[in-house]
């Protein structure tokens, strides 16, 4: 029998990445993605690709209807959580509106296992190592709808029987990621800076701490959650052990693009200064291989983006509050 899941975000990061994975496994993968972060060449030619938005619910039904998923991978998202302090209704639009069109839609056509990439975001500042059993404390939008959709993801399964899977990856970096977005993903824009022969901008000190995960740590295991009866109706952690400041960060780019050290420092923004995660209990259930060190993957993708090239940072469109905006996500005049 064939297994179909739908993957929405599947041009992106992470979404391609776990794309890739599920047509290993054989799945018939349909992407869902609006390019409004990722790029259609990350798509494999051996998914189905449909460009449109998770807001779309004409669409969403629609495809529900015509392929009959068995399962959704949930990873479209607008994730910078930063600048969602500035874009509020957009935030809530696109990663809580837009996730609640896919779990009505999930509900109704009764697929099997809804899995949704949340984030640590929702943990805010607490006690560390962020442990799942800890009340969310979320600090910026970004997290506060991440941290909806888990509830509302617990509340269809009371009501519905709905089964679903919930990871919260952080700090994710590797290959496709999108280099050209000044808003987030802090090693793509440093190894964007380098090629542009700029210097590496860190808001405040740098000695913001984070723990910082490679793609192959992440994606294989969202892929085969759905396998792992263990992991249904659970909530986990997913990511790096070592935690590393955006200074030292800075640092280990550098080392892996061949180039100088280069720091520029902007004003503070407003920020979780320390956050990194337990993940005893993602490897009490999936019990993962050896973590890629820093190091190595630093290197895996400074080669990627050499042969890939700098991007443009687009700037974006539709910022709803300029009060408390960080000088350098100011629009440039003339733009």
């Known amino acids: 029998m064939e297994i179909t899941s739908l993957v929405t975000g599947g041009a992106g990061f992470i979404g391609s990445h776990v794309v890739n994975h599920l047509l ?14 990722g790029v259609q060449e990350n798509v494999n030619d051996a998914a189905i690709f449909c460009e449109g938005s998770i807001l779309d619910v004409d669409l969403i039904n629609t495809l529900f209807e015509e392929h009959k998923f068995n399962y959704v991978y949930h990873l479209a998202a607008y994730a910078a959580e930063g600048l969602s302090h500035f874009i509020r209704n957009f935030n809530y639009q ?5 996730s609640v069109n896919l779990i009505n839609a999930s509900v109704t056509y009764g697929i099997k296992c809804f899995v949704f990439t949340s984030s640590i975001a929702v943990y805010g500042t607490n006690s560390l190592p962020l442990v799942e059993t800890q009340y969310p404390q979320p600090e910026d ?39 050209g977005d000044k808003y987030r993903n802090v090693v793509g824009i440093f190894m964007n800076q380098i090629l542009e022969d700029k210097p590496l901008t860190i808001f405040g000190d740098g000695e913001q701490t984070r ?3 490679h793609i192959d740590d992440v994606a294989p295991y969202i892929a085969n959650a759905v396998n792992v009866r263990e992991a249904y109706n659970k909530v ?29 420092q902007l004003e503070k923004r ?18 993962p291989k050896t973590l890629t060190d820093l190091e190595t993957g630093l290197l895996e993708m400074a080669a990627w983006v050499k042969a890939y090239g700098s991007r443009s940072s687009k700037e974006f469109q539709n910022i709803e509050i300029t009060k408390k905006l960080p000088a350098s996500w100011k629009k440039k005049s003339g733009q």
């Open 94 to 98: 696109n990663n809580l509106i837009g």
């Open 211 to 213: 723990a910082f995960t």
């Open 141 to 179: 939008p970004y997290g506060i709808a991440k941290y909806a959709v888990e509830l509302d993801l617990i509340n269809a399964n009371k009501m519905f029987g709905m089964d679903y899977i919930v990871f919260r990856p952080h700090n994710v970096y590797g290959i496709h990621q999108n280099i």
């Open 270 to 287: 407003e920020e979780v200064i320390h956050a990194y995660a337990d993940h005893s209990s993602f490897n009490a259930v999936f019990k």
């Open 24 to 37: 290993k496994q054989n799945h018939k993968v349909v992407v869902l993605d609006d390019l409004s972060g």
């Open 236 to 264: 986990f952690n997913v990511g790096s052990d070592t935690v590393y400041s955006v200074k030292e960060l800075a640092i280990a780019v550098c080392k892996a693009m061949q180039s100088n050290l280069n720091i520029k």
